[in-house]
């Protein structure tokens, strides 16, 4: 069975950094796309940042371009999501999610086609 189990989330002040990690069994992503999105409280999900599998390429949403970054341990199988300089408005609830046939540039940020989503992890940044 395949799964996604993300960790790392927490209580963190303003300026503070974060570290998300969304690990995988069941399946060795090596051609697909692993992305992250947040919801905050009535809010829509949100696209947060992607990467794509096959060519490394990296996608993020404006809001937070510059400050986080995501990567990928191949060995571990593993995603991960360095969050720097995190605001209050960061606040959400963070999920993993996986693409099995990749994507590429505004295709990254929707979440429709992504098939498979961990079960998230909350991520609380105080003033």
């Known amino acids: 069975q395949v799964q996604l189990v993300e960790s790392g989330g927490g209580l963190v002040q303003a300026a503070g950094s974060l570290r998300l990690s969304c690990a995988a069994s069941g399946r060795t992503f090596s051609r697909d796309a692993m992305g992250w999105f947040r919801q905050a409280p009535g809010k829509e999900r949100e696209f947060v940042a992607a990467?794509?599998?096959?060519?490394?390429?990296?996608y993020y949403a404006d809001s937070v371009k510059g400050r986080f970054t995501i990567s990928r341990d191949n060995a571990k199988n593993t995603v991960y999501l360095q969050m720097n300089s995190l605001k209050p408005e960061d606040t959400a609830v963070y999920y993993c999610?996986?693409?099995?046939?990749?994507?590429?540039?505004?295709?990254?940020?929707?979440?429709?086609?992504?098939?498979?989503w961990g079960q998230g992890t909350q991520v609380t940044v105080s003033s």
């Open positions: 990467i794509n599998m096959r060519d490394d390429r990296t």
């Open positions: 999610a996986v693409d099995w046939y990749g994507c590429s540039g505004d295709g990254c940020r929707d979440p429709a086609p992504y098939d498979l």
